[in-house]
């Protein structure tokens, strides 16, 4: 759980002492996980390149973590989300698209049905 980043250990010290990390180490290298802020900075600011390199060096759930962000707040950069859906299978402009029609959707049946009376309720005529 620890090597896929569904557990994560904030101390520095104890992932050396676990063999997580190499003595002297003051910054995560074997095992990273991505704060919102270095989601939106790897999604908007990185070079495709260091993009590449930063998503390569996490574990899956780390990318799909990125995949959700990007779905969540609609950021597409074609490069990057087409890298992503290489590594992890999921397509973010996909996604982003299915969102939209939900939330289309769901206002058009809202509009629809915003004069109807709940069932069970009756009107005197």
């Given at each position: ?5 569904l ?17 002297g ?11 919102p ?29 990125v ?18 859906k ?9 996604m ?30």
């Open positions: 759980m620890i090597d896929t980043g557990l994560y250990i904030d101390d520095m010290q104890a992932k050396i002492d676990l063999g997580l990390e190499e003595p180490t003051e910054t995560p290298t074997r095992i990273k996980v991505f704060t802020e270095q989601i939106l900075t790897l999604l908007k600011i990185k070079k495709y390149d260091d993009f590449k390199a930063e998503i390569d060096s996490v574990s899956i759930e780390q990318a799909n973590e995949v959700k962000y990007a779905v969540e707040n609609n950021l597409v950069d074609n490069d990057k989300v087409n890298y992503l290489e590594v992890t299978g999921k397509d973010v402009i996909a982003i698209a299915r969102k939209r029609l939900e939330a289309d959707a769901e206002k058009a049946y809202d509009a629809k049905n915003k004069d109807k009376k709940p069932e069970g309720v009756f009107t005197s005529v």
